[in-house]
Nanobody, 126 residues
């Protein structure tokens, strides 16, 4: 059974930084792209960032480019999301997810992911 466990969320002032972590178990971690998504109250879940199974390529939504970095440590089965220069509009529950197919593509599509973490709240205050 695949499990994804996120940590690192919290309350931070605008302009601050947070690093989210997501540790996976139950799957050959280094064969699957991983993604981070977020969902704000009253809004649909949206793509934030993704990273290829070997960490060579990353993909970001436009609103976070230059402020957010996704990385992974395959030896630790962990993917990270470093968020800097946080804005109030970054407030959301953040979810990590594992793609449903090994060596997959279309990393920005929610339906390309089959396992999700429980979510971690990120709140950015003014």
């Amino acid at each position: 059974q695949v499990q994804l466990v996120e940590s690192g969320g919290g309350l931070v002032q605008a302009g601050g930084s947070l690093r989210l972590s997501c540790t996976a178990s139950g799957r050959t971690f280094n064969s699957y792209a991983m993604g981070w998504f977020r969902q704000a109250p009253g809004k649909e879940r949206e793509f934030v960032a993704a990273i290829r199974w070997d960490g060579i390529s990353q993909y970001y939504t436009d609103s976070v480019k230059g402020r957010v970095t996704i990385s992974r440590d395959n030896a630790k089965n962990t993917v990270y999301l470093q968020m800097n220069s946080l804005k109030i509009e970054d407030t959301a529950v953040y979810y990590c997810a594992s793609q449903k197919r090994p060596y997959g593509s279309s990393w920005w599509l929610t339906n390309e992911y089959d396992y999700w973490g429980q979510g971690t709240q990120v709140t950015v205050s003014s």
